[in-house]
Every structure is written in C-alpha cells, then in structure tokens.
C-alpha cells in the first residue's frame, strides 16, 4: 500500500463547475500537506501549504486537512480552462524528514468551456 | 529572481550509459532535491542536498547519484542506465534551514533511455 493514495482521474468537468481533489494517507507522522499544480511539460508549482487541519483558503483554491481521518481535499471553485492541469498532494514528515517530499500519484483535470 | 533552472531539457541515451543532470537552484537556495517521475510510479524522491551534504535519500538502487558545489549548484548521475529510468527528472530548492518549508521545481530533464 502506497504512503499516499490518490485517483489518477482523468477528471472532466465544464467550466464554472465545483472542482473537488482528494487525497488519503497512512503515515500518521505526516505534518505538512500540500498541493501542487502541474502543467503540461512543467515542473509542479506550489498552490497551497497548509500545517494543521482545517481549511485553508486562497482565492478560488481551498485546501482541507483532516489529520484524523488522515484525508486532505482540494476544491477550487469558479473552474476555468486554465485549471486544467495535473493537481499533487505532497506531504512530509516533520522530524528528520526536512525536504523528503512523497507525493501522492496526480490527478489529471480538464476544465472545458 | 530567477528560478530553478535544469539542464539539459530533454536527453536520449542507451542502454548502459551513464548521464548527468545539472539543477541551478534559486539564488539564495541551500537545498536541492532531485525527484524521479514516471506515469507509473509518480513523483519519488531521490535524494537531498544541502550544503554539498546528502542529508536524506530516498529509495533508489546506487546507480543514482548526487552532488552539490559550494555555490549550491547540484549535479544527478546515473550510471548504467536501464529502460526504466527513462523518466522526467526533477530538482527542487529551498532555503534548507527548516523541515517542511516551500521546495520550488525546475522544468525538469527529460531522459529517454533506448
């Protein structure tokens, strides 16, 4: 079993939609949780860095951690085309884990007008 | 600022060469981690530098290999390439002095091994 789960997708969803990313994990000792977009070709850029659970909000983008159930989401809301990208959760390990990052396996999003 | 430059972009090498990657980290940026991608496997974690140190390591066989310069530039080799190790290799920087702080990506080389 993968330390991080996450479907694949591919995800279509029309332009405006409600957009809902998610990830599951088994490592209790993960501390930070994050969400990298990754276009086509590119490296993955950060979109959101949250520590503790709850939500976290920045723009369009929400990012939701649920340490106990071990489960962290992603929504962006207003979806356009150029969210279409591959969307990464990224977790690591507070002591002795510095910038060891694991990641879970993507999922890819097409937004279409 | 600059950001994470990687070089070269793309690379074809055979069987049981041997190839090295360059990662040019952000001015400032003391720690270099190098990713391995696959459309199977996703984003694994090779290795991290940090002041020309290797202070965490992922789980690749020792064909896979790093450096780091004092300038905190940081070279990849692998050695003996396998089919397998064609794949988009990524660096990413950071400052390097807390656990957990923003790693920023390079576009990544892409190694296609015949």
């Known amino acids: 079993q993968k330390e991080v789960e996450q479907d694949p997708g591919p995800l279509s969803v029309p332009e405006g939609a409600i957009v809902s990313l998610n990830c599951t994990y088994s490592?209790?000792?993960?501390?930070?949780f994050m969400w990298y977009r990754q276009y086509s070709r590119k490296g993955p850029e950060l979109l959101m860095y949250?520590?503790?659970?709850g939500n976290k909000e920045d723009g369009r983008f929400t990012a939701q951690v649920d340490k106990s159930s071990k489960y962290i989401s992603l929504f962006i809301r207003d979806s356009q085309p150029s969210d279409s990208a591959t969307y990464l959760c990224?977790?690591?390990?507070?002591?002795?884990?510095?910038?060891?990052?694991?990641f879970g396996a993507g999922t890819r999003l097409a937004v279409h007008p | 600022k600059a950001g994470v430059t990687q070089t070269p972009r793309y690379l074809i090498k055979t069987r049981g060469q041997q190839v090295t990657l360059s990662c040019s980290p952000i001015s400032g940026h003391r720690s270099v981690s190098w990713y391995q991608q696959t459309p199977g496997q996703g984003l694994q974690f090779l290795f991290e530098?940090?002041?020309?140190?290797?202070?965490n390591k992922g789980n690749f066989p020792g064909r896979f290999s790093g450096r780091q310069f004092s300038n905190s530039r940081s070279e990849m080799n692998v050695s003996t390439l396998e089919l397998g190790d064609s794949a988009l290799y990524l660096c990413a920087s950071s400052l390097g002095l807390e656990e957990g702080e923003t790693q920023y990506f390079g576009p990544g080389t892409r190694l296609l091994v015949l």
């Open positions: 530098y940090f002041s020309e140190t290797q202070r």
């Open positions: 990224a977790m690591t390990v507070l002591s002795g884990g510095y910038n060891k990052l694991i």
């Open positions: 490592n209790s000792a993960f501390q930070y």
């Open positions: 949250t520590y503790s659970s």
